[in-house]
């Protein structure tokens, strides 16, 4: 055959079954930690109409999202003219359709639709890939899941509070305890800014000050000149780099730097909100220390993350002593659903980055046994006799609940085993004349390597 | 503002809460029964390379494939000439990638990829959605799942024999009785061509004899000479609409009507061994009836379904007395890998049609309330004193693993008890100043409409 050898799209990737179980996991820790909180599922089409997405994503965004081809003639409305204008131009008139984004701009896009059925607050949590056109690299990829958990319709900081401790609760159910949830406030930073002489110019100073892990503090200094901060603001700005003590004490600082910024003011009132919250829920993410001695929780000035759409809190959570982006995030955003002209909607969410979850778990070894949901026993099939006294017996196993297979041929029986150990199935029943006879049946463990002769009622409850 | 108010592409849908919930336990079901079985997940990626997909489905097929822009500029490498020849010769240039159109063809194209790492017997599920550029109707959808199990490289009938068996493992579980599982056999199909003087043109036969239910005796009789079968073979054909009696006394008949064409002693033999396999599992398939009196498993000689790539038993499942079309289907295929240039891979497989199933589990109100996962118990707040007492009564029921929400804001009181109806909610926790006073909290159950006064233990223990 001289067919071509068949391939997948660069960027996108087939999950194997070990794998598949192994997502599912944490997929399940996560759903039954947002449900634990009030959180419900929500899905969307994976296909949005291209004009719902376009411009919610800045310029470079537009320019990654994928756009499906109108189905049947799409040249028919088409004139040269369009063609003559470049892709851009044309792109408009033969595509109506593209893949989801993300799961915010869906998410508002349905409240907005739905406003008049909908119970504010509503809380919603959405597991679905998304689809991203930029150049695939390591961890990085064209289709990925997003794990989002928003509400919306309340300006409680109880939401708040709660995010961080669902943030806890999964990361500490996955095996966990060596991570820091960060968090901020875009009020302190506003209030930096004014307090520093840079009123309005939070948003330079954060794309700066965001890079500080990576270009250093001659770095973000050389920047933050760069995009026109004054010297004199910068060398005000940069003890804050390295607020030091408890997060008490640093909110104590703060105080003192930001007193009279309203902004400031508002960010500091919410923080320690969300701290007495975190405090009368007893909390163990406000209790805990990472390996490092330092709090769990930290209140972290220069986290900067999105500032465009946030408007209040803001977190990002990091696994320690892990060579891994942030694998959490979110905060608080006034105006979500303004783009779709219904203003006044305050909500706040965060999203569980699972490809990075999944290779820090993995990492550190943290899978248990029981996320191998597969088969567990295989009846080895000998000959015809011993296929036909094992049904009954596979039937007994599954009417027990036991997931269960009896090998389909009389293959060889290291091929029958072969495809017990590739599929990490830990027990095999082996049925010869002998045992035949006598009703007791050899079960294998596979992997102790041990074997016992018992009848099938005392197998079904060795299994159970 | 003039903003334009949002929609969703026709034919895709939005499945809030309440429905994801319900299709969750539909998918579950399905998957714990795939798994018991000892088939495991698979998942591919929404997008293959378009050439992956082309020619699979058929002329009609390639063009109901939603196909995806290739992204950047995909008018550089693209001609004139291309554009003057029309929209199919430039879909080739400018779109690499298209969206899913079932999951046979990406399983075998997973399987062929992967031929060295997998072992065979590969019993594998696949539960995702699909895309088609389908017009859409009521009932038919751009975007929705398929619930696929197949496994390849056996050519055992226990595969078949367990096939029966998991619809009907699924169908019960989900409280369906009345249903029918249409079986029948590529072979004797074609002995039936050759028995009634048409060798070779079971194909033809069957397209006709597929359209029985709607468009009568007479109606097939027309399309049968139409298509070039002769008046007498169609005569001799009619017999077999109407074979009646046990499936025993059909296969007796079949047996004397195929006895000597080599296909239908073949299709003869299967389902000879389909039968003895169940009958051995002593599987309630087999021994069940439907409520018209006919066997839940029945043998159906006009059952044709896809026969382009079937070439052993094929399988359709419907329920009785609801207007539903099928919601199962399958069938042995020889040669599926064939596509991508690995010959002689058997497999047999079948799907589930989840909408059809939601559908018809919703019209017979067979939803359990098990089904419902949402919020267990609500707290009402009503002022900052209750919130206050309320957040470790918040965290008790979580660590107890009790679902539960706190209402974010002392927010009226028919505010908070119309939050908990639209959730489903059904208990509610009030908590007054004379609660806080003897410890003795308001449990409301929302269902009877009755309330006790509990301690936060007794709450606990009752809701647990």
């Not at 660069?10 to 999950?15: A, L, Y």
């Amino acid at each position: 055959m001289s067919k071509e050898k068949p391939s997948i799209p660069k960027g996108t990737r087939d999950f194997g079954p070990a794998v598949v179980v192994k997502r599912n996991y944490i997929f399940g820790v996560i759903k039954r930690t947002f449900e634990k909180f009030g959180y419900l599922p929500l899905e969307t089409p994976a296909m949005e109409q291209l004009s719902v997405l376009t411009g919610k994503y800045g310029d470079e965004g537009d320019q990654l999202i994928f756009k499906v081809l109108n189905s049947g003639d799409f040249l028919a409305k088409t004139k040269q003219a369009d063609i003559d204008e470049g892709h851009k131009q044309l792109t408009r008139k033969i595509s109506e359709k593209a893949l989801r984004y993300d799961l915010t701009v869906p998410f508002a896009r349905y409240v907005v639709m739905n406003r008049n059925d909908i119970t504010f607050p509503f809380k919603r949590y959405q597991i679905q890939p998304v689809w991203r056109a930029d150049r695939p690299q390591k961890g990085r990829y064209r289709e990925f899941y997003q794990c989002d958990a928003d509400v919306v319709g309340t300006n409680s900081l109880l939401c708040e509070a709660e995010i961080v401790q669902m943030i806890n609760e999964v990361l500490t159910t996955l095996g966990l305890t060596d991570f820091t949830i960060k968090i901020n406030h875009r009020g302190i930073l506003a209030g930096i800014a004014e307090a520093i002489g840079e009123k309005g110019r939070e948003g330079d100073i954060c794309v700066a000050i965001d890079k500080l892990d990576k270009i250093g503090q001659e770095g973000v200094r050389k920047e933050l000149l760069e995009r026109g901060i004054s010297e004199e603001a910068v060398t005000k700005l940069e003890p804050l780099y390295s607020l030091e003590g408890s997060n008490e004490a640093v909110l104590d600082q703060l105080h003192t730097l930001l007193g009279d910024t309203a902004e400031g003011q508002r960010g500091l009132k919410d923080l320690h909100d969300v701290w007495n919250y975190l405090s009368r829920l007893n909390s163990e993410a406000l209790n805990a220390q990472n390996e490092s001695g330092n709090p769990r929780l930290l209140l972290d000035v220069t986290l900067a993350r999105g500032l465009s759409y946030y408007t209040g809190c803001i977190f990002e959570v990091k696994v320690n002593n892990v060579s891994m982006g942030s694998i959490s995030g979110g905060g608080r955003y006034d105006n979500l659903t303004g783009m779709f002209g219904l203003p006044d909607v305050s909500g706040v969410g965060f999203s569980f980055g699972v490809d990075r979850i999944y290779d820090v778990i993995e990492e550190l070894q943290l899978f248990p046994d029981s996320s191998q949901v597969g088969t567990k026993a295989l009846i080895v099939q000998f000959d015809k006799e011993s296929e036909i006294y094992a049904l009954p017996v596979l039937q007994k196993l599954r009417d027990a609940g036991i997931a269960s297979e009896l090998y389909p041929e009389p293959a060889k029986l290291k091929k029958q085993m072969g495809y017990a150990d590739q599929k990490s199935i830990p027990y095999v029943i082996l049925i010869g004349s002998e045992e035949m006879a006598s009703g007791k049946l050899k079960l294998r463990n596979m992997v102790l390597g041990e074997q016992q002769d018992l009848t099938i009622d005392d197998i079904i409850s060795q299994l159970k």
